[in-house]
């Protein structure tokens, strides 16, 4: 135990920041849901958000036969649980709520719940179309996540530590965009993917009506909504302090330089949805397997490299 | 203060819109996607998403008889309007709109729905708002949208495939449904069989088609078509081909999962109609369509026929340059890819034999790029497939 690193104290934020995470991460939902809203030319932007989300609270609940409940609703539930317990390492401002020795792992754990939450949603409903919707979540994590891993892990190589105020104080001099373009666009396309969004939103597509959310109705859908969307903003968050220096900037305070940040690639994944089309697993696997994790691995040497090469 | 007729009313600025085609009555159909494109009314994808039930046209019997078995599934509070004269849509939109924002009947609605009354309340065609129990009196209204195993595979649309999940090939039933089958599949396992019809309401399907399917995983391992009330339908007259083209490529494009260039299809469409000038927009949307090297790597290689997806779509997209007024074509465009020819949208039966051994995602590519004139089917020779 003597051998570690001791860390320069307070690292996180006080406890009641905890409480505080899921309302501000709420509130950058809702501001995320608006800008889409005026992405897709909708004329009342600034109402959807309300109007939906009181249109799936006065829903009534539905129930397909033979589904097994607990199993979805357990489902829908994790994924805005997921997304927050995600978010509780992320730096905001200078510090975040948990500053975990293990941020980047924790991150990636959480994140992976997704799989199953989704898989349980899809099956839970008894439904074909449910049930195609949430093996096609599966088969889309296969394709995305060693890539993904592989480039959040290049970010932690690059400043050698899984916590991300250090890996956010190793990008002092240079943001490791610089250093690792190929990480950060992979990073960028794993953050849609994880939260199926934009083109790879094959999992919950209309021509499978819907998906694997396909037979969910008033809170349980706003629940398995929310809990995506809240997904979305997470990844969105965690590119600031992994590749684009977390507070660092000139004149603004850190949090400022944070949310700026954080709405710039927010706003970049809301137009790749309306960008590309949605990309299906069957022909995407591929590109993934056979280019992205080799160019992913090779950066992850080239940086390798240059940490030996400066240490 | 009541919290729920404060939410009803924010709730119905807003409502989600199933549209249920009618095979021939396609000028509702359109009339009615437009007015939702002008109050910013999202398309329902399914039942459990939707707010108002909108049938645009008058059903057969057939239809009609799924229409209500999907109507036994929406949840509440919700609205049933049944649109006619297109001219007819803003008033019916309006009435449904009422509907949902009126604490009482959906109140009652809901309570009843769930203490086993009857369920289906309406707004007719010409009738305006009922208030008393409606005239849907032989569905009952089961408890949180039970019923839709009973009426299975013959009407549920497209969910009406709860085909008992994924347990061993026993036979027997679960909760009244027959258990899953096995069969040999592609790989030489044996895997489960699920039978489930597709459509007549899937998000951008033709209209009254239903390919009834059996699926091992999401493979096509036997499929057969029909159209719902073959002969019923009186085929629907374009005013013209570049509209109709226009109609088929936003639902290609809905289906390819694009929706912002798949609305911009439809808004041209409807521009195009209303008698609007669209030349320059339709060719900024081909451009983008045979720009976009990610959508051609998607659809390529999906055998539809003679041709592939990718083929059949370079000839839909031509087919729209050449029914559009000839000041179309500012020059600029890249070159078009190449292949195929002119398709002949073929009968529901052959549509069928092209989907064996597709998977879901591309099954729906190719029902959506070969576009089968379901109008003339029904009116002329799709009775031999009823």
Redo the contacts between chains.
């Keep these: 135990m003597g051998e570690m690193p001791v860390v320069p104290d307070p690292a996180a934020l006080p406890w009641w920041s905890a409480l505080l995470l899921p309302v501000l991460l709420g509130f950058v939902t809702w501001l995320a849901l608006v800008g889409d809203a005026a992405f897709a030319g909708e004329r009342a932007a600034l109402a959807v958000p309300g109007r939906e989300v009181a249109r799936l609270l006065v829903g009534q609940r539905r129930r397909t036969v033979a589904g097994d409940v607990v199993l979805g609703r357990i489902g829908a539930g994790v994924l805005p649980v997921a997304a927050l317990l995600a978010a509780a390492v992320l730096p905001l401002g200078e510090r975040p709520v948990a500053d975990l020795s293990v941020g980047v792992v924790w991150f990636n754990a959480m994140e992976v719940l997704a799989w199953a939450a989704v898989w349980m949603v899809g099956w839970g409903s008894n439904s074909a179309l449910g049930l195609v919707g949430g093996y096609r979540f599966v088969a889309q994590g296969l394709a995305y996540e060693l890539p993904h891993m592989f480039a959040i892990i290049t970010a932690a190589l690059g400043a050698e530590s899984l916590r991300l105020t250090t890996i956010v104080d190793a990008q002092r001099d240079l943001w490791f965009v610089v250093i690792m373009p190929v990480a950060f666009v992979v990073y960028l396309m794993s953050a849609a993917a994880m939260a199926f969004w934009g083109p790879f939103d094959a999992p919950v597509d209309r021509d499978v009506a819907g998906g694997a959310a396909a037979e969910l109705s008033g809170v349980d859908r706003l629940v398995f909504a929310g809990g995506r969307w809240l997904l979305l903003v997470t990844a969105a968050a965690m590119a600031v302090p992994l590749f684009l220096g977390g507070g660092a900037g000139p004149l603004l305070p850190a949090w400022v330089w944070v949310a700026v940040k954080t709405a710039a690639v927010l706003a970049l994944l809301l137009w790749l949805r309306h960008r590309f089309p949605t990309v299906r697993m069957d022909r995407y696997v591929e590109f993934a397997w056979v280019v992205l994790i080799p160019l992913t691995i090779a950066q992850a040497l080239a940086v390798a490299l240059v940490v030996l090469g400066g240490a | 203060m009541d919290l729920?007729a404060?939410?009803?009313r924010?709730?119905a600025?807003?409502?989600?819109v199933l549209v249920v085609a009618v095979p021939g009555a396609t000028g509702s159909r359109l009339a009615l996607e437009a007015a939702l494109a002008r109050r910013?009314w999202p398309i329902a994808?399914?039942p459990?998403?939707a707010?108002v039930l909108a049938v645009a046209g008058t059903p057969g019997p057939g239809l009609a008889a799924v229409v209500d078995a999907v109507w036994e599934?929406v949840?509440?509070?919700r609205a049933r309007i049944e649109v006619q004269p297109p001219a007819d849509v803003d008033e019916r939109l309006d009435a449904a709109s009422a509907l949902l924002a009126d604490v009482e009947h959906?109140r009652t609605e809901?309570v009843g729905?769930n203490e086993g009354h009857h369920g289906g309340h309406a707004v007719h065609g010409g009738h305006g708002t009922h208030d008393g129990p409606a005239e849907h009196g032989d569905h009952a209204g089961h408890p949180?949208?039970?019923d839709?195993?009973e009426h299975g595979g013959e009407a549920g649309g497209?969910?009406a495939?709860?085909?008992?999940?994924?347990h061993h090939g026993h036979g027997g039933t679960?909760?009244?449904?027959p258990m899953a089958e096995l069969g040999p599949d592609r790989d030489g396992l044996t895997l489960d069989r699920?039978h489930?019809p597709l459509g007549p309401l899937?998000?951008?399907w033709p209209a009254g088609l239903v390919v009834r399917v059996t699926?091992q995983?999401?493979v096509i391992q036997e499929a057969a078509a029909e159209v719902l009330d073959a002969g019923h339908a009186v085929p629907f007259g374009w005013p013209s081909a570049a509209a109709r083209e226009l109609d088929g490529l936003a639902r290609f494009?809905?289906?390819?999962?694009?929706?912002?260039?798949a609305?911009e299809a439809r808004r041209l469409r409807d521009a195009f109609l209303a008698g609007e000038r669209v030349s320059a927009g339709v060719a900024g949307l081909l451009r983008r369509i045979r720009r976009?090297r990610?959508?051609r790597?998607?659809i390529r290689g999906i055998p539809a026929g003679p041709a592939d997806v990718a083929a059949l779509l370079a000839t839909k997209l031509a087919a729209i340059e050449a029914a559009l007024p000839v000041d179309s074509r500012p020059g600029a465009s890249p070159a078009p890819w190449r292949g195929g020819r002119t398709p002949v949208p073929p009968e529901p039966g052959d549509l069928a034999d092209l989907l064996v051994g597709a998977?879901?995602?591309?099954a729906?590519?190719i029902v959506a790029v070969l576009d089968p004139d379901i109008d003339r089917a029904a009116a002329g020779t799709g009775a031999g497939h009823g």
């Design positions: 729920t404060l939410l009803l924010i709730a600025r807003r409502p989600h910013g994808t399914g459990a998403d707010d599934q949840p509440g509070p959906q809901v729905g949180e949208h039970h839709h195993a497209d969910h495939g709860h085909g008992g999940g994924h679960v909760a009244g449904l699920l489930i899937l998000p951008d699926l995983g999401d494009l809905g289906v390819a999962g694009w929706p912002s260039a609305g976009s990610t959508l790597r998607l998977e879901l995602a591309a729906r590519l």
